[in-house]
């Protein structure tokens, strides 16, 4: 069973850092590109950072760029997002993706960060 659950979400005051983990089990972690997204309030999702298997190359959003570090650790089935300089803009639901072409995608429930003094 296939399952994604992310953690570390809450609330923070702006300029604050969080950061968010997302454990994978149920397929193989270490072949699958992860990722971040997020959906603020009535808002699209968006894509926060990737990174490869691997880990070889990451990705990230302009929004995001030089605030937000995402990292992988294949042997824990984990990946983590490192989020320092928050803003309110920033609130939003983030998500934990995996994907693999030809295999398809995971997602798991979300965990909600809120930027708020």
């Known amino acids: 069973q296939v399952q994604l659950v992310e953690s570390g979400g809450g609330l923070v005051q702006p300029g604050g850092s969080l950061r968010l983990s997302c454990a994978a089990s149920?397929?193989?972690?270490?072949?699958?590109?992860m990722s971040w997204y997020r959906q603020a309030s009535g808002k699209e999702r968006e894509l926060v950072a990737d990174?490869?298997?691997?880990?070889?190359?990451?990705g990230y959003a302009d929004s995001v760029k030089g605030r937000f570090t995402i990292s992988r650790d294949d042997a824990k089935n984990t990946v983590a997002l490192q989020m320092n300089s928050l803003k309110p803009e920033d609130t939003a639901v983030y998500y934990c993706?995996?994907?693999?072409?030809?295999?398809?995608?995971?997602w798991g429930k979300g965990t909600l960060v809120t930027v708020s003094s």
């Open positions: 990174i490869t298997s691997g880990g070889g190359r990451t």
């Open positions: 993706n995996a994907v693999r072409r030809a295999y398809g995608d995971y």
């Open positions: 149920g397929f193989t972690f270490s072949r699958y590109a």
